[in-house]
């Protein structure tokens, strides 16, 4: 194992974590100023995902294991509001493009602002596909990073 491959993971494990106790403050923050009923769905999926972020990081951070990073990354790269139907979780920095269909583009920086949002049968609105950028960027360095020093995907 190289000294690139245990810094790498110590990198992104440390990020992953701070992503997700970001994650959950924020969450805490939104349970308290809503009614629980507005926000069950949320807490029921966004607690699994902000705890599997959590664990991505530290398994990268302790054990230079990369496949839940992989995952975690893999979910974080699309965010889709289409027809009623919404999804976006980012836990870290975020640097998003995207459509806002019929005929608009745009471009999103955040610094750690972790976000859940998932919807079904949601009124209105905008069309959007969206990529973070970042989440793509950090997929790609990991696959690099596992493939080029000598541990390969598991997948």
């Known amino acids: 194992m190289s000294l690139v491959s245990k810094t790498f993971g110590k990198i992104i494990g440390v990020y992953q974590i701070i992503g997700s106790l970001i994650g959950f403050y924020y969450l805490i923050r ?15 999926i966004s607690v699994p995902l902000m705890a599997f972020s959590a664990y991505a990081g530290y398994d990268a951070f302790k054990n230079n ?3 839940l ?11 889709l509001k289409l ?4 999804f976006y ?3 870290g920095i975020y ?8 005929r608009e583009l745009y471009f999103d920086l ?6 859940f949002f998932f919807r079904i049968n949601s009124p209105g609105g905008k069309n959007v596909i969206g990529f973070n950028l970042i ?13 080029k020093l000598g541990r390969h995907l598991k997948i």
């Open 30 to 44: 939104f349970t308290l100023a809503n009614s629980l009923v507005d926000s069950w769905l949320t807490i029921v």
């Open 65 to 67: 294991s990369f496949e």
């Open 69 to 79: 990073t992989l995952y975690n990354q893999y979910l974080q790269i699309f965010q």
């Open 83 to 86: 027809n009623g139907f919404a």
């Open 89 to 91: 979780y980012i836990a």
């Open 95 to 102: 640097i998003g493009a995207g459509v806002i269909f019929p």
């Open 110 to 115: 955040s610094l750690f602002e972790s976000v």
């Open 135 to 147: 989440s793509l960027l950090l997929t790609l360095l990991t696959i690099y990073v596992k493939d």
